[in-house]
Structures are given as C-alpha cells and as structure tokens.
C-alpha cells in the first residue's frame, strides 16, 4: 500500500516534471511575441521594449527563462505581464466566481445522468430508454453556443428574464430576496449549459455499465434467490455499476480549473475560462502556464484519488 | 479419422445446418437492427456527397453558386426569398434564383456559403482525425507491439543528446547545441563499435553498462500519453490556435496533433490481446518479419474500432471547430465554415435568425449522424453486446 | 404422463428464443417428471437446451428473447407459469434453489459470503441477526466448509473454486428447498474436487430427503448420482427412464452412440467411437427427427415424420421407433 502510494506519487511528480517543460515550449516556440514586447505595438516605444524585455527575462536563454518561471511560481511571486498582478491572487478571484457555476453544474450532472441511465438500463430497448438515447445523443452533438443561443431567446422571451452576466446591472440596491433570485437565474442558464454534455455522455456511460453487470452471473444467483427485482436492481446490480463511478469522483477535480471558455463568453461571466481566454488573446505568458501547470497538478492528483477509491471500495484489489 | 465413412458423411451432415454468412453479411444483419445507426449511416453518406458537391459548385472563378459575392441591396433576406430582380446586375443575380436559406449582412448567399462550408468541415474533421489516427496507430501499435523491450542506456543518451540539443539550437544556442548534436552521434557510433564487440563471449563492464536496460518502451508511449492528457483539451488547442498564424491547416494539424491519445490507448490494447493469438503466433513461427507481421496481420484486425473512434472523432472535431470560429480563431475568411457563418450571425440572431438556426442545425445533424452512426458500429463490433438485445 | 406423486412435471414445455428473422426452437416439447426424494440426471450435449429448461422452471428464462411457446411446469401440482411475479418469487429460492455452472461468476464480488448466504435466509424467512449468523454458519458446516465463522467474512475472491461452490450449495439449501436445480455445478471444477462436490450433493439429498434435478453432459457422473436419468438432444428429451435400464439397454440411438464414446474398461486401447458432425443450431433443424443426420440407422422415414415416443415399460421410453420392435413404433406427422 505505502510502496504504491510512493510509487504513484514519485510517477506523478515526474509527468508533472515533463508537463511543464511541453507547455513551457509550445507557448515559447510558437511565433510571434507577447503584446507589450512586440516591435509592431505603437504604444511602446523600443527602450520600453527593451526594459519589458530584460524585466520579464525574455533576453535569456530559454532554459534560464523556464528555471526563472518556476522559481517565481512555487515563491508566489509571478505576476502577470499585462497588469503586474499577483498571478496567484487573480486565479483565485477567477476561481471564487467559477465555483458557483462548477458546483450546479456538477449537482446536476451527477443527479440527473445517475437515474436516468439506470433508468434505461433496467428498461432497455423500451420507448424510455430509446428516448432518452437519442436524448443523449442530441445534447452531445448539439454545439455548446448554438445551444446557449436557443434557451437565452427561450428564456428571454418566456420569462422576461436577464441572464447575462452574474446579477442583474444596478441590482444593487434592491431587497436581499430579490438579489439572491438574480442571483440565481443568472447561475441556472450557464450551469446548465455546462451540465448538458457531462449529463449526456455520464448517462450513457452509466447505462451501459448497468447493462453489462445486469447480464454477469450473479444476477441471475440474486433472481434465483427469490428477490424482488428492486433488491436485484439495486442492491446486487447497482452495487457493481457503481464501482467504476466511486473512481470517477477524483476526475471531476481538474473540472475546478477548467470553466468553460465559451459558456463565460457567452454569459459574460468573469471566470477562469473568461481570464484564461483573454490572457491567451495578451499572450500573458505567467497566466497561461500557471493556469496550464495547476489544472494538471489538479489532473495528476484527481487520478491519484480515484486509484486511491478503488483500493478502498473495491474488495477484489488488496496491495 | 475414424473410419472414413462417416467423415464422407459430414459434407452432407451439414445441410440443415444455418446458412453460412460472411463476416460483412453478420455485420450488416446486426446493424440493420439499428435503427438510429441506420438514419445516422444515410446522413453520413449524405453529407458526404454534399461536401463534394459544395467542392464543385462553390469554387472557380465563376462558379455556380458564389459563396463570396456580395450584394449589399439583398442584404439579410429570409430564406426562400426572391432575388431583388431591378436592384442587381446581371452577374450578380444568383443562378438559383431564389435564397433558399437567405442572405448574410453583406448580401451573401448563405446557402452557397453553407455549400462551401460543409467541405472545408469535412476536410477539417476527415484531415484532423487523419493524423490523429496515424500517430494513435503507429505509438499505439509500437507499444502494444515492442512494449516489453526495453531502451537500453546507448540509446537514452543518444536520444537525449540530440533532443536537447535540437531544442537548445531552436533556443538559439548554436554552439552547445552543435555540441550535443555531435555528442549523439557519438554515442550511435559507439554503439555500433559496441555491436561488434558484443560478439565476444566476455562482456567488458563498459559494454554491460551500454546496454543496460532501462524503461520499457511501453512505459515511455504510455507516460507520454499521460502527459498530453494533463492538458485540458479545448484550452491547449485554443492556445496554440491563437498563438499561431490563423490558417485553416493549422486547426487542422492542431486538432490532430492534440487528440491522438484515446486512439493510442484503445489499438496498443488491441495489439496486446492480438500478439497473443494464434495468427500472430503462427505468422511468428513462419518467420515472417515484425513490419510485415505488423501490416499485414495485425493493423487489419485492430482497424475495425479505429474506425469507430475516427467516426467519432470527425463529429468532435467538427464542434472543435465550430468553438473555435465562434471565438475567433477559426478558420479565416474567406473560406466560408458552419462555424463561421453561425458565430458572423450571432450578431442578428433577433433580427436574422436564420444566419443562426441553418449553420446550428447543419452541425448538429451531422454531428449527430456521426455520432449515431460511430455508436452503432460500435456497438455492433462489441462482442459482448452483441450477445445481448 | 402426468403422474401425482411427482413433486416436479414438466409438460410438453416449448420455449423459443426469437431474433428479428430467426427462431430459435431451444426446447421443443420437453416432458419428464422429478418425483419425491429423487434424483434425476437431465444429459446431453452443450447447446441442447439443458440449462433453458432449468431456467423456465425457475421463471428466469430472459423475455425477450425468450418466449415460453407452450407447455406446463406442474409444481405440487400448480402450474408455475401461471404464477405472477410476486408468486413466483415466494417459489425462488424458498421451495426451489438453483445451484450455477460457473462457481466463479455466480457469488457477487462486492460482498461478503456471510451477507449473501443471509441475504437467501431472511428474504424467505424472519430471523433475528444472531440466529442468520447461527443458521449460515450452520450451512457452511454442513457444506462441509472449515472455519465457517471467519469464511462468512470473507469475499468470493478470497476462496478456491470448489470453495466457492460449495457456498453456492449452502445458500440453496438456505430455506430448505424441496427441490434443488444443479446445473453442471462441477464442470468448471477439478477431477478431485468434482467428485467431493458430486459426494456432497449426494449426502445432503439423503440427509435432507430433497428432490435433486442434476444437469450434465457427462455420462459418468450420471451413472454414479442418477436414479432416473432424462437423455436430451436439440431440445427433446430422447429417451427417459431409470438409470439401469437406460445406460444398460438404451433404446435410443443417440444414448447408445453417447455411451459408446464413453471410455471404459473393457474398451481399453480401442479408438474411442465419437459422434459424427455436431448439434444443429436450434433455429435450424432438420426436418424430421433432429437426430437422423447424425443417427446409424436411419431410414427414409426418419427425415421425413417427426418419431414418437416409444414405451419400453417401467417408465422407459425412447424416441425411436425405428428401433421399436423391428421398426413397428409410432411416427407421429
Ligand atoms: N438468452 C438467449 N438468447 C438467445 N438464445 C438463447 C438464449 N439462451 C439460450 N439460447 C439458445 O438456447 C440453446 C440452448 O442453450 P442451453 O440451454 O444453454 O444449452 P445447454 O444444454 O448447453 O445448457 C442455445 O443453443 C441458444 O441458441
Ligand atoms: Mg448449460
């Protein structure tokens, strides 16, 4: 057990290692440069570029610039090129508004994709189960923005209400009810939105677990048992399903960082997805690769987890 | 061989048995019975048809329908409507001679537009899952195939000489990168000194170093999957999208380049389980070679939910760039994409809905025939489904 | 053919398996009784339908595919298709017990033996937790398991095949069943340890008085357990009768040419006899009796009308009237 927890860790530490130097090199070595060291931009003149130049070390080496990147990063003192903030302290901004968003969006998820894959497997092939296929199917095809465009004119039109933004403009003022049902319908739309797909593919995915276990063995032993189909649906069958999704509570972790680039567009919301968007548009070198090397620290630890949960709920794997 | 009667009898023993079909006959026998895989197949070869005819009809200097020509007087025109016969110049009259999904905010026929845009999808999704199947077979089936073998220490220093070398020469140090570019051909022509040497029955402790083992190949392949899966995928192509010229080839390569892992792990697990069959067995025995052995036995059989995973993936890629476009860095003008014309509509989306509902519509009815058809073939080459239902 | 004494009758049973341009005829017309305090031996070869007709007395045939096509399963006289679902699961396990081929499959991996024994005591019965834990420990005992008190804690994985079982035994025998249904409960398991688990069966029936219906495709183990034995092919019975007058004058050529390939003393160093081609698929048999292309003495008749049962006397019957007195049985059209 302790032999796999170190050897798991000292591997992680080592992809990490390696993620870092790939992401370092694919934003250094693509062309172009980033907007306040860049020749053509008329706002600065060529001693300022220089000055940004030798303060941001783009005059070393590159494996200098990435020893000095990574020195700043684990002190906390990177900061960011385009407005000299603490790059940890706008993450964190970000990431207190994105939260909202990914927890719905999560509760809803998991809430709705678990009864309705069992659902189907338990009736499969009947007119539930085929609806709710195509259901699925329709929801992971149908492109994210051109789906937000189709509720916001619904909702819009239906119930008069704004959903732009994270409350309505100038609510200020208005009593605390009313704020918290602003706030409310303007984190239903987009969490919803990011739900769809996670909702989609995760019903499937439950479906078909469902389907596989309830043709294994023991099924039939539980049947013949004499047990009502609801024990052996969801005591004996369920049980097994399960497992695999039990493992799949630590992949919802790099979920945190990520935040959806277009639904924030789209809403205006000011989360991750918003800043990282705009930081690749200022090629804000120390946001990029913060927010690249944190979603994969969050990765690397969400499978680090999920192994750890198999160990514990299932009892076929003993170390 | 018994006694030789009854094996004469055999022949006729098996008349009443079930009808013999080909593989491709119970594949299609399967299928059939899907029905949503069925409609999804029609709409896939539809499509197909219709991107090459977009190809035809939209391109050349006069084509038949003009994606490009601009007709400020007709601008934002609804579907089906007529064009506006005593305001256009003759050449600018479009040779349908009517709108059927409308015109753009500068007059554009938007079902010319549509035409041109379903190829350049087609192309994106067909060239982007390209390359991501290629580079999934080749590290997929070199680690399923070679996986136990293990790089040797010559080899590692070799490789790690020139990497490095490669990247500090890019890095613009000409001269230790010169270096060690020399110093990793160094370490091959030691290698082959060492290859002669080895002959020898006593190894030297210099030759036992050499050719100490160190990771397995498997273990490389797989560990570099790990990595590019810590990427988040959509965050990874905007920024190399956006950090490089916009080009429609670059989506292209982007989108190949950064999703080749699934297929790498699903044909190097294939690989596994087929190394261990007979056939390959055999073919082994028979002294064929490992390229011929790989080619002609191996990459046949594992290519069956390859291409169920490319189906899929053409869908992905699809709405990968339909995301793009809508953030501004699809493809450029003035090739028309689905995913342009609906994020340029965006902007009218109350005024001119239809800029936005025909380019949403077309995507998701293709993706989902991709999708709907993807699933059903693998569903049908799924032995253990099949069983069931 | 309906005998009242029989704790078990199977009439005429029927059950297809139908797919969208084929059916399949799995059992097609299966008639046999299992009587009090009996062991009968259902063989035949893999495919032939055993374990389908095992499943449609427990009700656990899958519909669909499957469809019950005709028939009756008389059960203390009561037909059990008629019964509802709720009846049915009051029979399950409580009045019938089926013990599985595969030991290894059959036991849930995610919990424990002590739960899953529990499990078949209290669905039927009321117990208090200490008399469950008392009554398991019981079982596992006379299962002949060793350490039952820690065995109960333990996961399927964490025991050996012929362990496992004997688990599956146990928990058959949970309520007391008057009859257990074994379907090739030793073919997944070691010569030794088939014949400890073959011993068991054996003991248990006597020591419990049940009705035992045992399912095999192994002649051997027939002749050591049966008292009636039950010949299927392709979904008929063939022949039926009790164990000697079967294996020692079988009147069916299928049972004789299965008893031909059955190696023994006085057949040493002969070339083993082996039957020609293999079973028909159950969607397509051949017309006439579903034996006759592979049988050494058909004649014209045989692909032609279906043949029908032949009494031999003493609950004997054979399918074959080719062999009947000369030839002179019933065909039925
Ligand atoms: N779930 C099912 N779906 C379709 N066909 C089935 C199913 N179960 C059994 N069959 C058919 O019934 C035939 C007899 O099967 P079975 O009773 O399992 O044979 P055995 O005598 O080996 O136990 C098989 O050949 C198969 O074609
Ligand atoms: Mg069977």
Redesign the interface.
Known sequence: MISFIGRSIVQKIITLFFVSIVSFLIIHLAPGEPSQVDPMNPKFTREMVERFRTEFHLDKPLYRQYLYFFRDLFSGKTISWKDNQPVFKKIWERFLNSLPLFIVGTILTWTISFPVGIRSAIFRGGIYDRSSTFFAYLLISIPGFFFAYILIIFVVNQFHVPVIGMETFGIGDTAWMNRAMDRIWHLLLPSLLGATGGIAVLSRYVRSQMLEVEG???V??????????DQVHYK?AL??AL?PFVTMFGLILPGLIGGSVIIESIFAWPGMGRMAYEAILARDYPIILTLNFVSAVLVLIGTFISDLLYLVV???IRL | M?NTE??A??I????????KRTRLEEFW?LF??NKLAIAGMVFFILFFFLAIAGFGLTRGDNPLLDPAMVRLQDKLRPPLAKPNLERLQANEIPRLGVYIFGTDDLGRDVFARMLQGSWVSLTVGFVAVGIAVLIGIFLGGIAGYYGNRHIRVGQLLAAAFFIVGALLLVGKLIWSGSALLIGGAGCIFISILMKKAAKAKTKSAGTRFWYFNTISIDTVVMRFVDIMLCFPSFFLILTVVALLPASIYNIMIVIGLTSWMGTTRFVRAEFLSLREQDFVAAARALGLSNFRIIFRHMVPNAVAPVLVSATIGIATAILTEAGLSFLGFGVPPPHATWGNILSDGQRFIFDAPWLTFVPGIAILIVVLSFNLFGEGLRDVLNPKLRER? | MADNKALLSVEELKVYFRS??EVARAVDGVSFDVGREETVCLVGESGCGKTVTALSV?G?VPIP?GEIAGGKILFRAKNLLDFN??DM??????QI??I?Q?PL???????TIGDQIG??IQ??QTATQSEVVERSQQLLKDVGIADPAQRLRD?P?QLSGGQRQRV?IA?ALACDPDLVIADEPTTALDVTVQAQILRLLDTIQKMRSMSVLYITHDLGVVSKIADRICVMYAGIIAEQGNKDAVLKTPKHPYTQALLASLPNREKRGQ?L??I???V??P?????GCPFH??CQHTIQNCSEQYPGMCDYGDGHHARCPVLFEGGKGNWCD
Do not use: C, W
């Open positions: 294994q063995d023991y039939r032993t539980a049947k013949a048992k004499g047990l009502t189909p004996h049980r097994n497992l299932d009892p076929r | 018994q009854t094996d009898q055999d006729q023993l098996d008349a009443p048995l079930a009808p026998r059939r019975k239902n | 969208e341009d427990m656990l595919p679902d709720s699961q009051k029979v399950r396990g409580n017990a089926m599985f595969e499959t059959s036991l849930n991996p995610v919990f499990e078949a669905i039927h996961y994985h599956m928990m070339r006899y082996s020609p081609g293999t028909p698929n969607a397509y048999k051949p017309d292309p592979r």
